[in-house]
């Protein structure tokens, strides 16, 4: 069973930062990358960014040069970094991993619970 836990969400004016961080635990052999999507009321969801164990980034446009993703491979660990946040960044934001188990070379997709992120204007 593998678990991730977001935390960090808040209410932040814009202009502001926030720091997210999620942490993957459970029977885990190998993370081939994490990363973040979001969701809004009345929007799919979408992805945000990813970055594999390697360190390969990638962010959707409307984040770009704003929010930075990183990782602590060795507690199975990501963060994102958002910057200059702006009401429309508001949504409930996902952790998501993809990994393999130690009893086969299979790739699972796991996702947090979310965690709120609310920007006030």
């Known amino acids: 069973q593998v678990q991730l836990v977001e935390s960090g969400g808040g209410l932040v004016q814009a202009g502001g930062s926030l720091r997210l961080s999620c942490a993957a635990s459970g029977s885990i052999a190998s993370i081939n990358a994490m990363g973040w999507a979001r969701q809004a009321p009345g929007k799919q969801r979408e992805a945000v960014t990813t970055i594999t164990s390697g360190g390969i980034t990638n962010y959707a446009d409307s984040v770009k040069g704003r929010f930075t993703i990183s990782r602590e491979n060795a507690k199975n660990t990501v963060y994102l970094q958002m910057n200059s946040l702006k009401p429309e960044d508001t949504a409930v934001y996902y952790c998501?991993?993809?990994?393999?188990?130690?009893?086969?070379?299979?790739?699972?997709?796991?996702w947090g619970q979310g965690t709120q992120v609310t920007v006030s204007s």
């Open positions: 998501n991993a993809k990994l393999r188990h130690y009893d086969g070379t299979i790739l699972y997709n796991y």
